[in-house]
């Protein structure tokens, strides 16, 4: 029973009222509206008045939410063994294994942890290790995860409500937006500010920039960017937590389409579908520089993670998820565009596989971010049950990165929506 049935179930306002006493108010609500979720099914998500949500947001449930197999797989192993990684077992060798294939040769030692935060802190450890040097490099408005270290390594957090300034061991290159400015070399930027920088650990991206506005990384720029970063001593960490997986269609990770091989990856969000996990994959040298001090943490790769992250990898290919990520995302794109051909609000419409974005401007030329605008269309996609929500640095990019398990059925329903909401705002 849930509470869709459960007549003894809490209200909503009850629910907000608890809320308002025991959970800080330092987080927010999604949707800029309550809604009180009793229920997951693949793409959709279901309220307690009986109302079904179609989930464009939500990529960390990427095989969809209860996915079957998985929650089998969670319940059988939680059934017959859970322990930690000092102990051997057939199913941790068998995942890290069955992931190191989906990478490039080199990288085929990995770290199980239990977040992307714990997975980037480790990763900045590891190249600490290896080069001697301390200072990171990241993008202007990119988030990388919640803890101390992290906040000082993401801009998005660090330039809004925190300090405003990195820290000095933090050198912050930018958005190689070409939306915005399809004129600079973003990639001799980098050289430059890294050249600056002195020795330098690390450079930590994301292979397609989620936070920062949904941006696919200009063609060029990763392999220019690391070879930069390479000549600094630094090594080059690709962040997969949002976009990996074979989210973008083409490729298991979003580095593959710029042929570049990166020191370290970081895997997180849909790893395990919605149970707390993520990896760091390194080469074998890299990872021998990090033997100085044991590594241990007591949940990461534990056997129902491993269970439940091999389940989440037999969907995706038995699923044939990459390829439906290409089809449908290719029906969400090519609508999109039509729908900026009538609406001058849609400046831009970009994006790979299931990780797309459109950004809302009250001018072309001016390119004036419409961020109202964009928060009033995703309330109003909301009356539409269509879940969705706004990024970038001005708020005003709508971000789709849904299960991949959504059809071209639920593509066409978002585009018809969007057409009635888009028609319905104001004009300026
Ligand atoms: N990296 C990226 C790109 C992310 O989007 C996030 C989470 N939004 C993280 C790292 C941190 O992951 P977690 O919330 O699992 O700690």
């Known amino acids: 029973m849930n509470a869709e049935e459960d007549s003894s179930a809490k209200t ?5 009222s608890e809320r308002d006493q025991h959970v800080g108010k330092a987080l927010s609500i999604a949707h800029g509206e309550p809604l009180h979720i009793t229920r997951g099914e693949m793409q959709y998500l279901h309220s307690a008045d009986g109302e079904r949500y179609l989930d464009l947001v939500n990529n960390v449930c990427h095989v969809g939410h209860s996915n079957p197999r998985v929650v089998e797989a969670g ?29 490039p040769p ?20 590891i190249a600490r290790a290896h080069t001697g040097a301390h200072d990171m490099v990241v993008v202007e408005g990119a988030y990388h995860g919640h803890t101390g270290m992290l906040i000082d390594l993401s801009p998005y957090k660090f330039r809004g409500r925190g300090t405003g300034e990195p820290e000095p061991w933090v050198h912050v290159v930018p958005i190689p937006d070409t939306y915005r400015d399809a004129e600079r070399d973003y ?29 696919p990384l200009p063609p060029g720029y990763l392999s220019s960017a690391f070879e930069h970063v390479r000549a600094a001593g630094g090594l080059c960490i690709a962040d997969e937590v949002q976009v990996g997986f074979g989210r973008v269609g083409t490729h298991m990770w979003a580095f593959e389409e710029h042929d570049v091989v990166p020191d370290i990856v970081v895997m997180g969000k849909p790893i395990g579908n919605g149970h707390p996990m993520a990896a760091v994959f390194t ?29 989440v990898l037999d969907e ?26 009538r609406h001058p609000i849609i400046g831009d419409v970009r994006g790979r596989g299931l990780f797309i974005g459109f950004e809302l401007v009250r001018d072309r030329g001016t390119k004036e971010p419409a961020t109202a605008e964009a928060k009033r269309l995703v309330r109003q996609m909301l009356s539409h049950n269509v879940l969705m929500s706004t990024d970038g640095p001005h708020s005003n990019v709508i971000k789709i990165k849904p299960p991949m398990v959504i059809t071209e059925e639920d593509a066409i329903i978002t585009l018809e929506s969007l057409g009635e909401v888009l028609d319905e705002l104001p004009k300026r």
């Open 187 to 215: 990639a001799a930027e980098l050289g430059g500010i890294v050249s600056e920088a002195g020795p330098i650990a690390g450079f930590l991206v994301e292979s397609m920039l989620s936070c920062a506005g949904q941006v």
């Open 12 to 16: 909503l306002d009850e629910l907000l």
């Open 316 to 341: 995706i290919e038995e699923g044939d998820l990459m390829r439906n990520a290409r089809d449908v995302g290719r029906v969400l794109m090519d609508g999109l565009s039509d729908l900026r051909e």
């Open 283 to 311: 080469t074998a040298e890299i990872a021998s520089s990090f033997e100085g001090m044991e590594f241990f943490s007591t949940f990461g790769g534990n056997p129902v993670s491993c269970a439940i992250g091999l389940a």
């Open 75 to 103: 319940q059988r192993q939680m059934a017959i063994l859970n322990t930690n990684t000092r102990y051997v077992y057939e199913g941790l060798t068998e995942y890290l294994g069955r992931l190191s294939e989906t990478l």
């Open 106 to 125: 080199s990288l085929e030692v990995g770290f199980l942890v239990n977040s992307g935060s714990e997975a980037n802190e480790l990763a900045v450890r």
